[in-house]
T-cell receptor, first 112, second 115 residues
Framework: GNSVTQMEGPVTLSEEAFLTINCTYTATGYPSLFWYVQYPGEGLQLLLKATKADDKGSNKGFEATYRKETTSFHLEKGSVQVSDSAVYFCALISSSDYKLSFGAGTTVTVRA | DAGITQSPRYKITETGRQVTLMCHQT?????MFWYRQDLGHGLRLIYYSAAADITDKGEVPDGYVVSRSKTENFPLTLESATRSQTSVYFCASSLSSGGYSGELFFGEGSRLTVL
């Protein structure tokens, strides 16, 4: 079956620090990969996505590259802000169905 | 307002009572989903629907019932609430045209406490 494993948190950083959240996956076929973000008190929203190997998704200064050889989709941001404090979820959808599988989520807190 | 709305946002109930969480979307999306969010588990799919009158079980369907008589509504019912169903519930929808893109649009969540 499909599964997503992401690094456990919580992660606490200072403003302007570099952020990496690791995500690896197991899937049949050729999955599409996603990062969702959940700001405090809100529902999830799509942050970025990549649909095939070597694609790089990017948005709001965040980037993630679809690495088929390592089955990974790590999220990075070079200089975080307090407003980036949120829970980040890695997710995938396989080519065989239309149900997203989510990782457990990583809580990120950025301090001024 | 356009979008996806859930109600109630907060609910406290007692063990054994029936509870219904409502979800309404204004985009006419074909696909709708119910997830529960629990610490350490992320989001787990309860039920989903590909269209009106078409529903199917997800990862954790036991104790829940859904219906979808209209495209825009997808209520989730806990027939006899248990403490293990204390959670935050999220409804989501997605576009249907061109196949499923994987982009879900989420409601703000319903926090349910079962005493």
């Amino acid at each position: 079956g499909n599964s997503v494993t992401q690094m456990e948190g919580p992660v606490t950083l200072s403003e302007e620090a570099f952020l990496t959240i690791n995500c690896t996956y197991t899937a049949t076929g050729y999955p599409s990969l996603f990062w969702y973000v959940q700001y405090p008190g809100e529902g999830l929203q799509l942050l970025l996505k990549a649909t095939k190997a070597d694609d790089k998704g990017s948005n709001k200064g965040f980037e993630a590259t679809y690495r088929k050889e390592t089955t990974s989709f790590h999220l990075e941001k070079g200089s975080v802000q307090v407003s980036d404090s949120a829970v980040y979820f890695c997710a995938l959808i396989s080519s065989s169905d239309y149900k997203l599988s989510f990782g457990a989520g990583t809580t990120v807190t950025v301090r001024a | 307002d356009a979008g996806i709305t859930q109600s109630p946002r907060y609910k406290i109930t007692e063990t054994g009572r029936q509870v219904t969480l409502m979800c309404h979307q204004t985009w006419s999306h074909s696909y709708m989903f119910w997830y529960r969010q629990d610490l350490g588990h992320g989001l787990r799919l309860i039920y989903y629907s590909a269209a009106a009158d078409i529903t199917d079980k997800g990862e954790v369907p036991d104790g829940y019932v859904v219906s979808r008589s209209k495209t825009e509504n997808f209520p989730l019912t806990l027939e006899s609430a248990t403490r293990s169903q204390t959670s935050v519930y999220f409804c989501a929808s997605s576009l249907s045209s061109g196949g499923y893109s994987g982009e879900l649009f989420f409601g703000e969540g319903s926090r349910l406490t079962v005493l």
